[in-house]
């Protein structure tokens, strides 16, 4: 699946949402902000020539401060890398919830 782990301003539930979507023992992958430590939410607008969407909450986080947060979801670092200018980590459920 593709999206943004910062999508809706709440990381910790789109996580959430991301163990219950994969089994125990599969992988979540993110990709996270360049700069570790940073987690700043805001409001941002979307806008092309032709539209505009209304407000929506955005967030942007660095690895350290994703991993604080899969802490309490049974959600363990298996990987972390980059790819050109862009940052990733892949997740491990450990979960057994469903």
């Known amino acids: 699946m593709d999206g943004n782990v910062g999508m809706g301003g709440d990381v910790a539930t789109v996580l959430a949402r991301c163990v219950q979507l994969v089994r ?3 992988l979540v992958i993110c990709e996270v902000d360049r700069v570790s430590g940073r987690h700043e939410s805001r409001t941002v607008v979307l806008r092309t ?8 909450a955005w967030s942007r986080i ?6 604080q947060a899969a802490k309490s979801l049974d959600l363990l670092l298996v ?3 980059t790819a050109g200018e862009r940052a990733f980590v ?5 979960s057994d919830r469903l």
């Open 62 to 67: 660095g690895a350290a401060a994703l991993l």
């Open 90 to 94: 892949a997740l491990r459920s450990m």
């Open 79 to 81: 990987e972390e890398w």
């Open 49 to 56: 020539e032709d539209a505009t969407s209304v407000a929506l």
């Open 24 to 26: 125990p023992g599969g």
